[in-house]
C-alpha cells in the first residue's frame, strides 16, 4: 500500500475507534456486537468506513435515536437473563434473576421503548456517529491534494 492509502486507512480507523469508545462511553453498546459492526476496508483504489450487521448489531437508526416501546421477542425475559449473567450482574438466586428480566422486557422496554428520548426531546438523538466520519471527511479533503502533488511529483522525478 502507498503511503496514502495508510494514512487514509490510519484515519478511517481512528474514527472508527472514537464511535467505539462513544458508544461504549454512553452505555448505547450493551453486547458489543453493534461497535463491532464498524469496520474500515482499505485497498490501492478504495477506502471505506461502513457498518455491517453480519455479527448481531442493531441497525445504526436504532443506535442513533433507540428502540421505540412495542412488540419484545417471544423469549425475550430469557435473553435479559443471559445479557444480566454476561455483564456479570449479581443475584441472590435465579428466581431474583427473572424477576428482574421480566421487569426489565416487559416494563420499561415494552412500554417505553429503550434509549428513547422524552417527547420533549423528540427528533433528538442518542448518539451521532455521522459527526466523527464529517470530521474525518473533512480533514481528508484537507490533505489529499498534497498527498496527490507529492505523489505525482515523485513519479515524475523518480
Known amino acids: 500500500m502507498s503511503a496514502l492509502s495508510d494514512y487514509i486507512k490510519k484515519e478511517l480507523e481512528r474514527t472508527r475507534d472514537e464511535i467505539r469508545a462513544a458508544l461504549s462511553g454512553q452505555k448505547i453498546n450493551a453486547s458489543g456486537r453493534s ?9 490501492d483504489t478504495r477506502a471505506q468506513l461502513y457498518y455491517s450487521r453480519d455479527g448481531g448489531g442493531a441497525p445504526l437508526t436504532t443506535l442513533e435515536h433507540g428502540r421505540p416501546a412495542g412488540a419484545v421477542p417471544r423469549n425475550f425475559t430469557e435473553i435479559i437473563e443471559q445479557w444480566s449473567r454476561d455483564k456479570g450482574l449479581r443475584f441472590t438466586d435465579e428466581k431474583e434473576r427473572r ?12 412500554r417505553f421503548g429503550y434509549g428513547r428520548p422524552s417527547p420533549a426531546q423528540y427528533g433528538s438523538r442518542t448518539y451521532n456517529w455521522t459527526l466523527p466520519v464529517q470530521e474525518t471527511g473533512e480533514k481528508l479533503k484537507e490533505v489529499l491534494p498534497w498527498y496527490t502533488k507529492n ?8
Open 151 to 158: 505523489y505525482i511529483t515523485d513519479l515524475i522525478y523518480k
Open 99 to 110: 424477576r428482574f428480566a421480566g421487569a426489565v422486557a416487559y416494563g420499561k422496554i415494552k
Open 35 to 43: 461497535a463491532d459492526g464498524f469496520r474500515v476496508r482499505v485497498s
